[in-house]
């Protein structure tokens, strides 16, 4: 099968679908709520939808737990749905990227449920079970934690044994050195691209391979163990069987979210000629600011931008990086990134936009980023729905109460919820989501800050992000081009330049919700160029010194 790396001419735009759109008033967003948001989707430009797991789960962690992976979640609609939705995308030119989430099942999953039947089912050995340690195995088997928090395993009454899950104990992590556990993740890899899909998200693809002996992880108040299962021993030749037997004998596309990865180990995964994975989903720029990735602080600007420059350059002309500032696991990127935008709200966000989608790479839109959508005002610990939440504070115990408003404060702006509350569509009943009693408290600015009201505005975001996806699609320059940052000292401008067969593209961002000097240097200043893209009215026709005002980004092409 000829491989045609489509994936370097797209841009995907990632569905939550549970927070998308609700077609039945159960509160909940569904499969039929996406096919009637398909002339939307197809109205942005972009050419691929990142479905978030559709498939049957208890929702311990919103479908990243599954029980039948060949089957759809009850709540969106059946197996006949799935199929007219992808149907529908397909008649649209809009390709579909499903998640696959093959480090861990649900423990509702069949596969655990006859692996809790004793030590002697044949299923058994698809999970990781140990004795624990101390006198009556009584002390988890190692040190590691949960990335939601406490020890990464939970203790079996029937068996006296410990099973791994490094997230929920409702996600039981698989044992891919089991070869039957690695044919079975083949088989329903096939099964879903049989059925017509055009790639997968996998999810934190990274861990699948444990150091064997499990060995205790480096001592630190987090999260420990990372070193003895983040590219783990075997990684590379499962992932590396996954493609030979299955992937490559499809056009698919594959993105590895991948934690914690290095450019040389980004090289690993993606470089076209080892046949792993296509892409890959980097962290870097979305830990700038943070404090050992937990803590938030203060956007690291300058490193932010470092992040893009060495990835850029580290992956070019091998592997293909992935572009996003916004995910179901992330915060809103408005404030986030761009400070206190005070009434410069479309600016920044478009300002955003062009520093994202000007970079070589698949960019993604996450739903609502398209028309600017923000945190919410969450107002205590007790309105969070993540598990992660829940995880933190059974671990905090008996110092909940005493650190509850510090722990606020830290998930007011870093909690995986603000990215999850309803898309807003309109400003009528719960934004138009849904006709019932939304599972996810809808944000107030629903009534500004809606699908509808951008529709009317020529100059909205979402018309902005048509334009950008649109010029992206058709410019040789973003594809190809060479990248190189200038003023790169500034604490206040993202500035980089993409040159291309004679042709170059400036781009030039104010980061700042305040007025900056732009000094160009002499290599363009004055050259004669075209205005492309303008967030502020396209009143910036030459190419020069200026004082550019709050978040103003413009793209200029020098030929
Ligand atoms: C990464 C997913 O994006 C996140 O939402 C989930 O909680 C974990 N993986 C576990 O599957």
């Not at 430009?45 to 599954?66: E, F, M, Q, R, T």
């Not at 990835?311 to 992935?322: D, E, V, Y």
């Not at 993409?498 to 593209?505: A, Q």
Request: hydrophobic residues 35%; proline residues 4%.
């Amino acid at each position: 099968m000829e491989r045609t790396r489509w994936y370097k001419d797209a841009v995907i735009y990632q569905i939550y679908p549970r927070s998308f759109c609700d077609s039945n008033g159960d509160g909940i967003g569904d499969i039929q709520g996406i096919i009637s948001k398909l002339d939307y989707i197809k109205g942005l430009g972009v050419n691929a939808v990142w479905l978030s797991p559709c498939y049957k789960s208890p929702n311990d962690d919103n479908g990243y737990d599954i029980s039948d992976y060949r089957d759809i979640m009850t709540e969106f609609g059946t197996l006949d749905d799935w199929k007219e939705m992808i149907a529908g995308m397909h008649e649209r030119g809009i390709k579909l990227i499903m998640d696959l989430v093959v480090n861990h099942t649900s423990d509702e999953h069949y596969w655990f449920q006859e692996a809790l039947k004793g030590k002697n089912n044949p299923y058994r050995d698809y999970y990781i079970w140990r004795k624990g340690r101390g006198k009556n195995g009584k002390r988890p088997p190692n040190n590691w934690t949960s990335r939601f928090g406490g020890s990464a395993w939970a203790y079996e009454e029937a068996s006296g044994e410990w099973y791994l899950h490094l997230f929920s104990k409702k996600q039981p992590d698989l044992n891919w050195d089991n070869p039957k556990v690695r044919e079975e993740v083949h088989a329903l890899v096939k099964y879903w691209l049989d059925l017509g899909v055009d790639g997968f998200r996998c999810d934190v693809i990274t861990y699948i391979s444990k150091r064997e002996g499990l060995p205790n992880g480096k001592w630190n108040i987090g999260i420990r163990g990372d070193e003895h299962f983040t590219h783990g021993p075997h990684i590379h030749e499962y992932l590396h069987a996954l493609n030979k037997e299955v992937l490559s004998n499809y056009d698919c596309m594959t993105v590895g979210e991948a934690s914690g990865v290095t450019i040389e180990q980004g090289l690993m995964y993606t470089a076209e000629d080892r046949e792993e994975l296509d892409t890959v989903f980097t962290f870097e720029h979305v830990n700038c600011d943070t404090i050992a990735q937990l803590l938030p602080c203060k956007l690291r600007f300058k490193q932010f931008k470092k992040v893009f420059a060495r990835w850029q350059a580290g992956l070019r002309g091998k592997g293909w990086n992935s572009l996003y500032l916004e995910n179901h696991d992330q915060p809103r990127s408005l404030g986030r990134f761009t400070g206190d935008y005070g009434e410069h709200r479309k600016e920044a966000a478009k300002m955003l936009a062009i520093a994202m989608q000007c970079q070589q790479g698949l960019p993604y839109v996450y739903q609502g980023q398209e028309i600017g959508m923000t945190n919410y005002p969450f107002k205590n610990l007790d309105e969070y729905q993540d598990v992660l939440v829940a995880y933190v504070r059974k671990v905090l115990g008996v110092f909940e109460k005493p650190l509850a408003k510090l722990v606020h404060k830290v998930f007011l702006i870093r909690a995986r919820d603000h990215a999850r509350t309803p898309m807003q569509w309109d400003s009528g009943v719960n934004a138009g989501f849904t006709s019932g009693k939304p599972w996810m408290p809808i944000n107030p600015n629903y009534v500004d800050i809606n699908v509808a009201e951008a529709e009317q505005d020529e100059d909205s975001i979402l018309n902005f992000y048509r334009q950008i996806i649109k010029y992206r699609l058709g410019s040789d320059v973003i594809r190809n081009g060479l990248y190189k940052e200038f003023n790169t000292g500034s604490k206040d401008l993202y500035c980089y330049e993409r040159s291309w067969e004679g042709k170059r593209l400036i781009v030039i961002c104010n980061f700042k919700n305040k007025e900056v000097e732009l000094t160009l240097p002499n290599s363009f200043a004055y050259s004669e160029c075209s205005l492309e893209l303008h967030n502020y009215g396209y009143d910036r026709k030459e190419l020069k010194k200026m004082t550019l005002r709050p978040y103003e980004s413009m793209v200029y092409l020098i030929v």
